[in-house]
């Protein structure tokens, strides 16, 4: 055997070892209790009043600017309690409307409670916060952190998300 092949013999028992052990390593975290995945990476801006329960119709976008006018988004009452939801049934959410994939203006379909980019087909679940269903996108929605007041009217105190074109969430 010449030197050469014991060198390659030798890096062979060491990847074998270092396999089982991270096999090991992987059988042992996955029957360990894990801490529970951090909130969101919501960022609290300013607080706005984006309108008022009586403004919005079942199932019908209401186009609002959110955390300022350069962040075009819609307010959505779903009829149904829904993740993320505010007000007296739980099923008012707003999102923006601009995809996080490449920045196009998404349109909102009522047949499916969805919000769709025309440029690369992305899709997303309003009815599951936002949930990317389809599509190229590599982030969900950015939804809303909604709060309803005792005169129906509607603010919006922060996103739960990075928005589509800027470095951070900070204004």
């Given amino acids: 055997m010449s030197r050469c092949d014991r060198m390659v013999d030798v890096g062979r028992r060491r990847f074998m070892s270092g396999a089982g052990l991270a096999a090991a390593g992987v059988a042992i975290t996955s029957i360990t209790p894990t801490q529970a995945a951090p909130a969101g990476a919501r960022v609290d801006y300013p607080v706005n009043r984006l309108a008022n329960l009586k403004d919005l119709k079942l199932n019908e976008p209401l186009n609002v600017s959110y955390p300022d006018d350069k962040a075009p988004g819609v307010l959505l009452k779903l009829g149904t309690k829904v993740l993320g939801g ?6 008012i959410v707003g999102f923006t409307t601009i995809c996080p994939h490449k920045g196009f203006t ?3 379909s ?6 769709n980019c025309p440029g690369h087909y992305s899709r997303f679940d ?4 936002g949930q990317q269903i389809w599509g190229q996108a590599t982030q969900n929605l950015p939804q ?4 309803v007041d005792e005169k129906g ?3 919006a105190e922060g996103v739960d998300e990075l928005l589509y ?5 900070v204004l």
């Fill in 126 to 129: 309003c009815e599951a916060g």
């Fill in 144 to 147: 809303y952190v909604l709060r």
């Fill in 110 to 115: 009522a047949a499916d409670r969805t919000m």
């Fill in 106 to 108: 998404l349109n909102y």
């Fill in 165 to 169: 074109g800027r470095l951070s969430n």
């Fill in 153 to 155: 009217d509607i603010y």
């Fill in 86 to 91: 505010a007000g007296p049934e739980g099923d």
